[in-house]
Each structure stands twice: as C-alpha cells, then as structure tokens.
C-alpha cells in the first residue's frame, strides 16, 4: 500500500527526502504541482531517488508539469499524470472464511490428544493453506501474501487452548508486494513434564486494519507474565566504579548540549539559503575638444569660463658657448695659464668668460671661460688671498704676445674698491702667438649669441614652471604654452668677433603665469556635456579628464583662452535598498520582470548558495546582500 504526500510549489528537497524516510511503507508517491521548486533542478530529482535507492523504497511522482514529468524520468523516478485515481490510495482487501469452512484443528487441539504424537503435527499438517479453492478466489486482486507473528504467544494452559473459539484466517492482498516464503517452523518446548504449546505461525495471522496498525485476535484474556524488578547491579570488588559524582558529572550534560545547539547554528547558518548580488549600473562616456576661456575679474561668469590668478618670478641665468667662429688674417694668438687672487673680502668673486687682464707691459690677455675666486681668509693671524688658476688667451694675434712670468690687473675694476685687490700672476711664458700662419684663432659668431640666447630662455622657463608647481594648490593647474617671459635689464655677452674658444652668456628675466582650479574647470565641462548627452540627475559625474592642447594670454587685459580634449564618464546611481526589497523572494523569472522598474541597472549577477538546493532569491534581507561594481 503506497503512502501518499502532497508537496508544496516552494518546499525544498531536504523537507520531501524527510518524508521519505519517516515512510515505514515501501512506497511513497508524491504529489508535485506545476512548476514547483522540486522539479525545476535534476540535482534534487537524482538525489531523491538516490534516498530511495538507499532506504529499498519505492518513490513516484504524480504531477501535470510535462517538464517536471520528463526531468524525474530522466534521474530514475517513475512518474505518473496527475488524476484522481492516480492519487487515491487503494484499499486493503481483508478476506474472512466462514467458520465452517476451516480445519477442525483451528479450535485447538482435541483433548484426547494431549500428551500424545499425534498432538504435535508438522508444519506441514498444521497449515491449511495452500486451499486451490481460494487462491482462484483471490488471484484477480493481487499477490496473495500472509503476514505471520514474529513473537508467538505462550498460552497459559492447554485447557485453555481447547475451550478457545475458533479462530478467523485473514487474508490481505495487497498489489506488488511479493509473499513471504521464510516461514519458520515452531517445535513444543517441554519443562517440567508438561509440554509447552507453541500454535504455529501459520494460525496467528494478524488482522489489519485500514489504516495500517495490528491487532491478535489470540487469547485476549490471557495475564502477561509478571517481571521481576531489575535489581541495581553494584560493581565487584575487583571492577572499578565508572559512576560519575561531583560537579563534573553535573556539567557535562551541559556542554555536550552547548556543543550539540553550537554545531546546528553553525549547520543551519551554513545550509540556509543566501544571495550575493552584484549590480552594474549604466553609463555614459563622451569625448569632446573644447574652448576654455579665463578672467581674473571674480564678478564674470560663463559656461566654460573660469576665474583665474597670476604668478609672478625673476631670475638670473647664466650658460656657457662654444665660440664657433674664428679671427680673420694669418696670424695666431699667444695662450698660457695665470693665477688670479682675490684679497678683496671673504666673499666669492665671479669672473665672466672674456674678462680682460693687463700685463705690465700693456699687452691684454682674456679668460677663456668663467671661474669663481674664492674669497680670502686668515691663516696664523694673517690674511690670505684666495686664489684660482685660469687659462687665457692673448687679445691679438702675433708673436709679440709670447711674453714671460709677469703680473696682471683687470682693467674693469681700474678706479673702484676692488682695484688692486683682485688681480692675477703668471708663473710660466705665453707661447703661441704667431704673425704669419693658414688660419686665425676661435672667435664668437652671431650664431654663438643666439644659441645661448635660447638656451637661456629655456633653462628659466623650466625653473619656472618648478618653482609653479612648488608654490600652487594641488587640485591648480597652468598652460606653460601661456607664459610670458621678459629680460630684465642687459644680458652680459661678449661682442660678436670676440677671440675666445668658450663664453658666457647671463641675463636676469621675469616670468608671469595664469593659474586656474581644475575642479572647477571639470565642473564647467561636466555641464556643458551634459546638456549635450541630455542625460538627467539619475547619473552622476564619474571622471572627466583633459588634455590640453595650447593657448593665448593677454596680461595686459587680465585674459586668458586655451583648448583641451574632455572625456567624460557618466554613472547612473543605483539605490542598492530598493533593488534588494524588490528581489526578495524571486526566481530568475520574477527578477527579470523587477529590472523592468529599473533602467539605471545595466546588468546583475546572482551567487545562491548552497548551490543546487535552491533556485530564487531568500525572503530575508538579512541573507541577501547587493554591490554594486564599476561599470
């Protein structure tokens, strides 16, 4: 007789294998509705009907879900369409057979027969069954099995065996259950003289009832035997005492409990249903050239307008050239080496490249590059000079310039402080001065001035922009292209034509630059595109970066005009509250449906766990959480 069980459309399959195994029956059929939780996974389905494997039961399904039907047949299941007589149990067919109709030997043995052979029959003899007559009556229904007595009753006397009614066989068929053939057999056990009757099994048929419990109808009046109370057995002498006593024994029912509810929080809190949503959101990107414009007038505004602020910065440099022209006629200029002293302070003196030097004979000598003087100062209670060697070269060409060891003073400082305190002392001969010769010496080109000239403007331009960026707020910016720079005063550079292998250049300049808040700039661009993409409040700025690409300023008019490439990335924001409340409960279905009322998402990715057992989304919003990921 099969056992029937009605599932629900959301129950899970530990709750249906959890019927299966409180069945005592061999077979289950379960009634499934359309488009339950059970029939949607054929992992649940196989491990149903592995249970079944496991516990020797049989399981159906009856169910009008056509996919359902095919997905339990593909994991093993047998499976049925859904009627009224499929789900209608069947009824146990109980049998009686009139008293007159069975052996004579069913009321008990015959009195002259007690104590006799004839008293103990086989098992053979005692049977009455198999009867042809009735086993034609009763094949139509079924497979015919007898249920017999595993705890034959010990009957109190004979006479009581005797004076006992006759008692009724029943018969209970019940479909697809194959008849029992291991019928033990049953020997009288004598004690004490007196044979003690045991009715065999065949005689104590049970009676069923409908719904599935037994009764013996076998001597009802009969006293149970009286049991002996169970004496407290003491341990011997040599067997250790193993009762616990004391505190410990108190509390170790109480861990094991603490332990026991600890491990089903933790099991429950693992196997509970959870979801991990991840969310991506819309978005919007543009690229874009655009026009910029700055005023350091704090009362204008525009669009694409920003208020801006100067910096100022001077500076002197100083670069060294290569004379790369050379002196016309023949002749060849005298070069050699002079010690130059300085006695005019502890101060550093600098001599520029060119700088002239006269001997006592008149004859003038120049640097041939820029050197600095150390200043002088005091060993064992005296002055010293400080002092440096430099190379010169002879102003004119010819031989007359080859002079020997001989002292020098600068004719720049003639008639100031500095005349006779800063003066130089050769220790050799000038050698090389020549009239005659193929070729002249280096002399510096209009070329040579130019170079440095550019050189020069470039080296302050780079210190400018560092000190800039020392001195502005991390979130300003400024266009180098923008900057203007102006030399102070007159630069000191030797004459075009001036003999000199090397030489230097220096200048004093002053720079001035626009700087501007790029934050506000950024928000002057986010406007503007978005006025262009028409997009609403729902999206918000992600990133806007430029590129800027030159411009003009006017420091006269305060003004300043640039472009630069904007790209721009819009988000849509998602409130992650709303999302979750709207996917509560859910199959993938359902949430398809619920996106509907949210266009901001771009896309959603669902994690359930455990995995196989359940396929929507939990109920609580405790088991649900929401992120959302970069676009």
Sequence with gaps: ????????????ILSIVGKLRSSELLESVFVVPKRALVLQSIVNLRMLFREAEKAGKRVVIVTSDENGRR??????????????????????????????????HHAGPPADSIGSSAFYATPEES???????????????????????????????????????????????VPHDPPRSDVPSYEPVERFGVPDARVPDGRLSRVFSSSGTSESPIAPNVPERPKRPARERKPSRNEPDTRIEGKGGILFPFFVTISILFL??????????????????????????????????????????????????EGDVTVTGTASGSSTGNGSKATGKILIYNAYGPDAQQLVATTRFQGTDGKIFRLTKGVTVPGSSVKNGQSAPGVVEADVVADEVGSTYDIGPSDFSIPGFAGGSKAGK??????????????????????VSASDLERVKKDALEQFRRSFADSLGQQIASNE????????????????VPAVGSLASTFEYKATYHGKAFVFSEDELRARAAAILRKSLMIGDPYVTKDVAFRYEGGTADFKALTIHFKAGVSAVFVASVDSVSLRNDFLGKNSDEIKQALTKHPEVRDVEIDLSPKGLTFS???????????VSEP
């Design 1 to 12: 007789m099969p056992q029937t069980f009605y599932v629900t459309q959301d129950e899970e």
């Design 71 to 104: 997905l339990a047949e593909k994991a093993g299941i047998e499976t049925r369409p859904y009627s009224e007589d499929a789900v209608r149990e069947p009824e146990p067919v109980i049998r009686e057979l009139p008293v007159e109709e069975m052996p004579e």
């Design 127 to 173: 049977l009455p069954y198999p009867r042809p007559e009735v086993e034609e009556a009763l094949a139509p229904t079924g497979q015919r099995i007898r249920v017999r007595n595993s705890s034959p009753v010990r009957l109190p006397s004979l006479n009581s065996v005797r004076s006992a009614a006759p008692i009724p066989t029943v018969e209970t068929h």
């Design 264 to 313: 089903l929080g933790t099991g429950a809190f693992i196997l509970l249903p959870k979801a991990d949503i991840v969310v991506t959101p819309n978005s919007v990107s543009q690229d874009l050239e655009m026009e910029f414009g700055g005023t350091t007038d704090s009362s204008f505004s525009g669009d694409n307008t920003v208020p801006v602020r100067i910096i100022e910065k």
């Design 422 to 443: 800063i003066y130089g002392k050769s220790t050799s001969s000038m050698t090389g001065g020549s009239s005659v010769g193929s070729g002249g010496s280096s002399a």
């Design 477 to 492: 910016r400024y266009i180098q292209d923008t900057f203007e720079i102006s030399v102070i005063g007159n630069p000191s």
């Design 617 to 627: 989304v939990p109920k609580d919003p405790k088991r649900v959480s929401v992120t």
